[in-house]
Structures are given as C-alpha cells and as structure tokens.
C-alpha cells in the first residue's frame, strides 16, 4: 500500500519536473536577435516544425538517426569504442533493467505468459544487465578519474545521481543475495506452494532447498542421506521447480549469498532482506523523481537533440525554433566531456586557469545565463574570455555525441554576454574580427561597437599614471606567465636607441591605412616609443594605435635601431589590459542581470 503511494508519488514528481524542464525550452532564450514571442507561440512554432518534418521525406532521415545514431550510437563508435562500449553497457543494462524488471508487471508478463521472476532466462538476463550497468560505471569512473586531460570536471549533481545508481544495483544485488539463503522467504513459499506436504516430506524438500539452493535452514545442515535428497528433488520438482531456476543463474547475488552464508540466520531474524527491499526500492522511487532534475533527463534529450539537428537547416528554421532547439541542445548536454577533449584550445587552461574556456564547462554556465540567474560580473568574464578565445575550429561540435551544434551555439551566446556590458578585452585582439563575420546580418553597426567601446573605454579611460616595471600578480588568472616574458622586453634596451627617424611609422600598415592618421590612432609607433621614454603613460593608453596595431612586425624589422617596436606595443597592451582588468574585477561580488 505505501509502496504504491510512494510510486505515484515518485511518478507525479517525475511528470512535474519534466514538464517543468521542457517548459523551459520555450521560455528561456539565450539568443540576443530572436523575435519577442510568448512561449505559447514558441511552442506552436515548434509543433508546426515537427509536422512538417514527420509529413515530408525528411522522416526517413529521423528513422535513420534514431536506428543509426540513438540505438546503436555508431557516432560514439566512430569517436571512441572504449566509450561506446561503456555507454552500450550502461543503456543497454539499465534499460533491460527497467523494461524487464522494474516494470515485469507491464511488460514482461504480459509479453510472456509464462513469466516468473526466479525462472530463467529471467534470473540471468537481470544478473547480466546489472552486472553490464556496474561494468558501464566503473568504465566511467575510470575514465573520469584516470583518462587523458583535460578530464570533465565532476560536478555535484554528477555525483550524487553515481551515488543514487550505486544504491539501486548494490542494494538490488544483496536483496537477491538474502533471499536467496533467506529461511522466511523458504518458509513463505512453503506455505503457499507445499501447503498440502506431509511433516516428512517438508524435513525432504528443505533438505534439498538447503542441499541446492543454499537456503540457510536453522533447523537443518548437510550432508545429507542421498534417499532425503532424492525424496526432496522429487517433491521439488512438482512444487517449485517450474518457476525457481537454480541461484547459480544469479550469478553476482549468489557470489554474495555465498560469501555472506555465515550471517543468514542473524540478518534473516532482523528481517535483513525486508529491509534491503525497502533500501531498493525507496532508491529506485528517489532515482525515478530525481530523473528530471539530473543529466539522467538526457535519456530524453540526446536523441531529441540528435534527431532536431538532423532535420534542421538553421537558414530556413523559423527563427523561434532555432531558440527553443538551442534551450533543449543547452538540456541535451550529459556533461561527458568529449568536446573539451577534442577542443583546440583546451591546453590554454594549463596557462590561464580558467575552466570556461573548454566547451563542456561553458554549458553549465550558460545554462544558468539562459535561466535569467544573476551571473557575477566575473564570472561573466570568465565566461567571455572562454568564448573568445574559441577558435571556431568546429572540432567540438564534430565530436559531440549528442549532436549539440556548439558552434552556433557560442557565436549565439557570444552577442548575448556581451550585451551584459562587462568589458571584454579579447575583442581588442585583431583576430577578434570574426566576431563580425560569423554574426553576419544579423549584428547591427552599433551593437558590432559598443561592447568594442566598452573595452576601449575600460583600458584607456582608467587613466594610468605609472607602469610597473616589475611585473606584479595580476587578475588575469595565469596572465603573470606570459607577462613576466613580455616584461623582458621593457628593459630600456628595448626602446631607449630610438632616434624618432619614423621608419616605424611608415613601414606601418595600420598608418598607411588610416590617412588622417593622428586624429584617429593618436600616438604612431615612434611616438610611442617616444612617449614609453618620457614615461607618458596615459597618452599611450589612450592611443587608438595600440589596439589597433596588428601586430605584423614591420616596423621593428625595419628600425634602424633593432628598437623592439612591436614588443613593446605588446607589453604596452598586457600593462593596459591587466591594470584595467583589477581595476574592474578585484574583489568583485556584484551579479550582473
Ligand atoms: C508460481 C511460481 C513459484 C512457485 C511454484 C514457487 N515459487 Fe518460490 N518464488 C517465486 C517468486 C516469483 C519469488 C520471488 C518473490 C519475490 O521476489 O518477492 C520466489 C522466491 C522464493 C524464495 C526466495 C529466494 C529468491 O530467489 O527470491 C525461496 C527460498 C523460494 N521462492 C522457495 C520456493 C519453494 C521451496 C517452492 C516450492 C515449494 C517455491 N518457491 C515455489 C515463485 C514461485
Ligand atoms: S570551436 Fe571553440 S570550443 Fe569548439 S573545439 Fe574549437 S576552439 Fe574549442
Ligand atoms: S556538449 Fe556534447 S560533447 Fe560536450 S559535454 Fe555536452 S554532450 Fe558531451
Ligand atoms: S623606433 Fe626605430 S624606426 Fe621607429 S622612430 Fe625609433 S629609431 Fe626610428
Ligand atoms: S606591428 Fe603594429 S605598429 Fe608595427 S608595423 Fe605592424 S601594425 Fe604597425
């Protein structure tokens, strides 16, 4: 009775969070450019998506993901068969688990009229799906703990849904296990199966039960007569046989029954196997209503992101659907590292500590911009740094097993942050042009140079009165190595042979693009070099020059001098940038909406 309560329970916790969960697919948006719309319209817009979808050829095209890429997960195999086997073993066995064991009521015994749960095949194949789920962990667990950096970092909610599974198999194994040597259980069906028995043939069929199940009897033990065994076998035979196939089959429970035989009779008087029913079954009611809110929800969402992206052109998607669908990629994400592992940046967090910067890491994150949670300004930061210093190599988006387009989704969720107004410096970087190009039409002239003003403005509007010579710890987590290398080149040998002849300047690019040079740029190279002599720091800073400076070299080939013109453009940039960054950042707790 309570258990059933407990189970709808379980099951209304479970329906309310899912719904929950999905609902939030069409509220929350982390696109900057998508129309306004209600989630009502979001999700008509949706269902009028899927129609024309399932009414047009492009069904074949799901069947075929759904066989190819959600039931055999060949894109897994293609990428990793250590990880595919690991995911067969944990999807494969949990699924064989809740469809044939869990739910026996509903499926198994309807599909198979002679079913009984002690019969095989039963017995084995729940053995085996559990034995392939706890292979399937410890290949996770050794993965997560063991495999190649970077690792995916293990997060709170990872570890207790481990915890959660851990319980269901364990206490699912040692609850078999105590039956299985359990006198109660043995007394139980007796009464129920051998009611009709004579006091003698009891005293045989407990013997037997106690030869060949391994019931512990408080009454009996072994040896015994070969006539009472044979006796026993006969009375077994027309009694139980047909449903109870020997404990051996149950190969992981009888292992343990074995080994614990000495404490049968004690734990069976505290009702030992009682209680582990209870421990596994209220685990499993905690697993089933934790389901939505765990990545365990991404039983659903994998294949629905799988299969969304590939029948979605992004060109012709309405552009409501192109927000839900990244809400539910955003969902999708089971946090199995795969992205980070292939990402061409990632070996950047050896240098500067900050985890934002691999993909899987990122997810979290704007999981919690897209859910309107107030994000420090740091950890806004934080966030942009990693999404700037993306190259848009593509590598994660290839190596994601849940099809999550994470290409787009950064180039999205780029404009969105930005939006934010926290000053990001990586934007200074020539290379940052592609921001523009990948935001194409979509990014107006004002909002391509705001959040380029905002940076401009913290770097050069702060007004810095001196340079530091020695490089101090800075808030650019892991900056200090690369500044302490470029502070080399601030020895005044590096600038002091400067005779301002100009050929810096005019070997410049930049200058030679900029015809009304001085009032656009500010200070030139030389006189920049001029100015580094003469310690004018705040009208270096302000200098247009420095920024937009590419970098080429041409003029510190070209100085006559061997002045180190472009490496002290360098080291003038990681000064401005560092000072500004403690400037804005230190001691920061605000949350930024
Ligand atoms: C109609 C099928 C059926 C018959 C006949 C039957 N049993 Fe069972 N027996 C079961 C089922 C099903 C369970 C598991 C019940 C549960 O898990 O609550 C079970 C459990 C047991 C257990 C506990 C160990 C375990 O593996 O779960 C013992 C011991 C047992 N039976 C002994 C007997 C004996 C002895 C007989 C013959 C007198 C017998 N059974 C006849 C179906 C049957
Ligand atoms: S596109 Fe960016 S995040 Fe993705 S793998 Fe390349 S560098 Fe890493
Ligand atoms: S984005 Fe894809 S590859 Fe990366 S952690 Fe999530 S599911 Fe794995
Ligand atoms: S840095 Fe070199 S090229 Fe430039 S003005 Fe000075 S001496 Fe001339
Ligand atoms: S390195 Fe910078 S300053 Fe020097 S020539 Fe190239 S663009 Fe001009």
Not at 483 to 494: S, V, Y
Request: aromatic letters at 10%; proline letters at 5%; charged letters at 15%.
């Amino acid at each position: 009775m309570i258990e059933t309560v407990l189970l709808y329970l379980a099951l209304a916790v479970f329906a309310a969070g899912s719904v929950y969960r999905i609902s939030a697919w069409f509220r929350h948006d982390i696109r900057s450019d998508t129309p306004p719309a209600t989630p009502g319209a979001r999700f008509g817009a949706a269902l009028k998506g899927i129609a024309a979808t399932v009414f047009s050829p492009k069904l074949f095209t799901l069947i075929r993901v759904f066989v190819m890429d959600v039931l055999l997960q060949i894109r897994l195999l293609q990428r990793s068969p250590y990880r595919w086997v690991m995911h067969i073993c944990l999807y494969g066995g949990f699924m064989v688990l809740l469809l044939l064991h869990a739910m026996d009521g509903l499926i198994t015994a309807k599909l198979f009229s002679n079913y009984q749960s002690t019969a095989n095949p039963w017995v084995f194949i729940r053995d085996f799906a559990g034995l392939l789920v706890i292979v399937g962990v410890v290949m996770a667990l050794r993965r997560r703990f063991f495999g190649a950096a970077p690792r995916p970092l293990t997060a709170k909610a990872d570890t207790l849904l481990i915890a959660i599974l851990a319980v269901v198999l364990l206490s699912g194994i040692v609850l078999k296990a105590s039956k299985i040597t359990s006198h109660t259980s043995y007394l139980d069906m007796v009464d129920v199966y051998a009611a009709t028995f004579e006091e003698e043939e009891l005293n045989a069929l407990e013997a037997y039960w106690v030869d060949q199940y391994h019931v512990v009897s408080p009454n009996m033990t072994g040896p015994f007569e070969p006539e009472t065994l044979e006796a026993g076998e006969e009375l077994h035979e027309m009694a139980c046989a047909e449903c109870h196939a020997r404990p051996n089959w149950a190969f992981t429970s009888f292992a343990v029954a074995k080994a614990g035989k000495r404490f049968a009779l004690r734990l069976d008087a505290l009702n030992f196997p009682g209680l582990m029913w209870w421990l596994h079954y209220l685990a499993c009611m905690l697993g089933l209503a934790y389901v939505p809110f765990s990545k365990m929800f991404h039983f659903f969402t994998t294949p629905l992101s799988l299969m969304t992206n590939a029948v979605t052109d992004k060109h012709t998607a309405s552009p409501l659907n192109l927000a839900t669908k990244q809400m539910m990629e955003l969902d999708a994400c089971m946090h199995c590292g795969a992205c980070s592992l292939a990402c061409s940046v990632a070996v950047t967090v050896a240098e500067v500590p900050n985890a934002l910067i691999l993909p899987s890491e990122k997810i979290p994150a704007i999981r919690e911009l897209a859910a309107g949670k107030p994000l420090t300004a740091n950890r806004v930061r934080r966030l942009q740094q990693g999404l700037h210093l993306c190259t848009n190599c593509n590598h994660c988006t290839e190596a994601c097993p849940a099809g999550i387009q994470l290409t787009d989704l950064w180039a999205a969720v780029k404009e969105t942050v930005l939006q934010k107004g926290v000053p990001e410096f990586l934007l200074l970087s020539p290379l940052s042009v592609h921001r523009g190009v990948t935001a194409g039409a979509a990014l107006d002239s004002d909002r391509y140079r705001e959040p380029l003003e905002t940076a401009l403005g913290a770097v050069g509007g702060g007004r810095l009165t001196e340079f530091r010579q020695d490089p101090q710890p800075l808030a650019v987590p892991g900056s200090e190595k690369v500044f302490a290398l470029a502070g080399q080149w601030m020895q005044p040998e590096a600038y002091a042979a400067c005779y301002r002849c100009m050929t810096c300047t005019s070997a410049c690019p930049v200058v030679r693009d900029n015809p009304d040079e001085a009032a656009k740029l500010g200070l030139l190279p030389h006189q920049i070099m001029y100015a580094v002599k003469l310690r004018q720091w705040d009208l270096i800073f302000d200098s247009r020059m420095l920024w937009d400076c590419v970098g080429c070299y041409q003029c510190q080939e070209q100085c006559p001098q061997s002045v180190q013109v472009a490496d002290v453009l360098y080291v003038l940039k990681n000064q401005a940038i560092s000072r500004a960054v403690a400037r804005e950042f230190a001691g920061d707790r605000k949350g930024v909406q």
